[in-house]
């Protein structure tokens, strides 16, 4: 279970920086910066890392956590960059990944959070 903490905790700091990396962005600012789109898929794929080595045990216990979505949409960032759907990573990013922060948040150890 300690192992599980602390993959929550990385989980949670790569769904922030998603959120700092798109705080004040439009989606036509994401759609036309390189530099922002690059930012924000290097924690998707952080975020799908981490979701991948949680326990079985613990995401069977946590189905409210969309664990195959965040992991599938790590490996489309991993395998297939250049078939990346932009409009779609925004879209997560800025509907998507407010409500896991709000998940997520609550099942961090209070002593290892941040």
Known sequence: MQRDDSL???MLQAARQIL??????QEPDFLSSRRDQDAVLLQFTVLGETAKRVSVEFQN???EIPWRKIIGF????????FQVDFHRAWK?????????INTLEPLVPPDSSP
């Open 74 to 81: 790590r490996n489309v960032v991993v395998h297939d960059y």
């Open 8 to 10: 929550l905790l990385d």
């Open 61 to 63: 216990t946590h189905s």
């Open 92 to 100: 997560i990013a800025s509907r998507d990944i407010p409500a896991l």
């Open 20 to 25: 700092e990396y798109t705080n004040g962005l």
